[in-house]
């Protein structure tokens, strides 16, 4: 009877082996389970509120700006056509990227719509249709939804994203705490993520910054429970990963590449479940990646491979982990292979591995060196550096009868990293920066920590609210706005039709006569030549009309709320040690004719 039963269980546990998509781990590879105590609930609780404090606060102080309004104004189309339209009938927004203009047939799609409509549709900005494909639809679903819910606002338009980047913090901390049965681990990494200026400031914008960091965590978490043989986690990991390819299609690749060839490894010689996961997550990402016509979108770039190369090196090195710190982590990874257990060294593996290799992906792919195409890395960095600082400290406080002393000790290298930019520094200033930035280094603690402060606690002088809340008073619903740069908040925020921005849309169009002018002097990347002539074709002795000069402190600078370490404001007020002048704003009057004696 007994060795019946014995049978039995025997074929059931080879049944089970043969249904599991990967080996599972046995017990001994596994680190031992350590129940939640009054600690974790105190420390989970204290992260949530400190996620929500950082990133709810002072959230609706600045008025969206462009990439912001572009995401927030598609969500509303996509709410009202099933899809994000990049033209509505009224109004156009396009990719602005410059480098791609073309000099030549610029002149020729300036007067009407339907001139632009084709340039702009061969240049695969969007479809026939105007379908946007110059970014997945993810982002604009979730906050076309949010406005959809709560109503026509700044703080809906973020809100969506804010609670996203909480969402991470939290999960970064159970993620943590679960893999590595380690509180400090996990308290260590999300105090780090909290503190990463420019990880907050890109998680409070309305894009999808905050959910690409989002779905890279969840589609690690899936990937981790599929590889301990969780039922059905081929699938869930192919949803996991399809949802995150549809709000960023640039940083998906590389991550994935790295899982699926470790997972390969993992179940090596039985490597045909992996295929089978690989096919299915192929054939669901692939229609989309055919539909954005992504093989046809390759940006052109203004910068040469080498500068983007290092300007992606500074911002991972200055705001993502320091160099100085990435190196001994791989060291001390390679020298406690065999001790670590099989699935944490899986994860600090896919850490050490994904920040190279995507730095190597983003300066092939990108444009040029935006902080934001490696900011979803952030928290496994966080990971990864919790992890060095922790061992660190079981190494000082080895054969010492306290666990105080690894505890500070890991403390004490968590703030040397996250307040102190030295550990950066070392390596930033053997790279040629005037190439590459003019962000402040300091010396004791991070500049950027200032940025954060006033985020949180000051108003700030933001010249798109100031100029758009000006014209709101004045305008009609069909009065024209023409406005060389930051055009896409005016029309989240106004119902009027809007000329200008990159493409130079309808700027020379006389079916009807601008209203309104906003022009921003600090803008390189624009056909000024066009614009000139616009702008000059009304101070004309025979013309009919004439810009009326309106003064409001709006300071000339081309980003509103940007979040980009190199385009904050803050830095543009003290670069030359006085503030800009301010922007030109205009309303066009009647011209009193001459009268000649």
């Known amino acids: 009877m007994a060795d019946t039963r014995r049978d039995v269980k025997l074929k059931k546990a080879n049944k089970a082996k043969k249904a599991s998509p990967l080996p599972k781990v046995t017990q ?13 609930w105190i420390i989970f609780v204290c992260i949530a509120a400190l996620a929500a404090i950082l990133l709810f606060t002072n959230l609706d102080d600045k008025y969206l700006w462009q990439d912001e309004a572009a995401t927030a104004v598609m969500g509303e189309r996509m709410m009202k056509h099933g899809k994000p339209l990049a033209y509505d009938g009224k109004n156009l927004i396009t990719m602005d990227n410059f480098a791609e203009e073309d000099q030549k047939t610029v002149g020729l799609r300036t007067v009407g719509v339907q001139p632009a409509l084709r340039y702009f549709v061969d240049r695969h900005d969007f479809k026939a249709d105007t379908s946007w494909t110059g970014q997945p639809w993810g982002q604009f679903l979730v906050a076309g939804i949010s406005l959809f819910l709560f109503g026509h606002s700044t703080v809906a338009a973020r809100f969506p994203f804010s609670a996203a980047a909480v969402v991470t913090a939290v999960l970064l901390y159970l993620f943590i705490r679960k893999q590595f049965q380690d509180r400090l681990m996990a308290a260590l990494a999300v105090i780090m993520l909290l503190l990463n200026t420019y990880w907050i400031l890109h998680s409070r ?24 043989g969780g039922r059905l986690g081929g699938l869930f990991f192919v949803f996991a990963a399809w949802c995150w390819f549809q709000v960023d299609f640039g940083t998906f690749w590389p991550v994935i590449g790295i899982l699926l060839i470790l997972a390969v490894v ?54 993502l982990i320091p160099i100085v710190v990435f190196i001994p982590a791989g060291i001390l990874f390679v020298c406690k292979w065999r001790k670590i257990p099989l699935l944490p060294r899986q994860l600090i593996l896919i850490c050490l591995l994904m920040l190279p290799i995507s730095l190597l992906w983003v300066t092939s792919v990108a444009p040029w060196f935006f902080h934001r195409y490696i900011m979803p890395l952030t928290p496994l960095a966080s990971l990864l550096m919790a992890w060095l600082f922790v061992e660190i400290g079981r190494l000082i406080g080895q054969g010492r009868k306290t666990a105080n002393v690894t505890t500070a000790a890991a403390f004490m290298l968590s703030a040397a990293v996250a307040v102190c930019p030295l550990p950066s520094n070392v390596v930033t200033w053997m790279l040629p920066l005037d190439r590459l930035t003019k962000h402040p280094f300091g010396l004791l603690v991070r500049p950027e920590l200032t940025v954060l402060k006033n985020e949180l606690f000051r108003h700030q002088y933001d010249p798109n609210r100031t100029v758009i809340e000006w014209i709101k008073t004045r305008a009609h619903p069909d009065d024209e706005i023409l406005v060389n740069y930051e055009d896409i908040p005016f029309m ?24 309104f002018l906003v022009i921003r002097r600090s803008v390189p990347f624009l056909h000024w030549s066009v614009f000139k002539r616009e702008v000059g074709r009304y101070g004309q002795e025979l013309s009919p009309y ?50 000649k004696n």
């Open 28 to 40: 001994t590879e596994q680190i031992t389970a350590q129940p939640w105590t009054m600690a974790d």
């Open 205 to 228: 914008q309305c894009r999808y910054y905050s959910l690409s960091s989002l779905m890279l965590l969840v589609t690690l978490m899936v990937y981790t429970y599929w590889q301990r």
């Open 266 to 319: 993992h179940a090596w010689p039985k490597w045909t479940k992996i295929a089978n996961v690989s096919l299915a997550l192929a054939i669901t990402v692939g229609s989309w990646v055919w539909y954005y016509e992504i093989f046809d979108r390759l940006k052109t770039s203004a910068a040469t491979w080498s500068d983007k190369f290092f300007g992606n090196l500074f911002h991972m090195n200055q705001f």
């Open 492 to 515: 989240f925020y106004t119902d009027n039709p809007i000329r200008g921005g990159v493409p130079c849309f309808r700027v020379e169009d006389r079916s009807a006569e601008p209203r």
């Open 546 to 595: 004439k810009w009326e000069r309106i003064t409001l402190n709006a300071p000339d600078i081309p980003f509103g709320n940007n979040p980009e370490p190199d385009s904050l404001p803050l830095w543009y007020f003290s670069r030359n040690g006085q503030a800009p002048p301010d922007l030109i704003l205009a309303e066009r009057t009647i011209n009193a004719p001459v009268v």
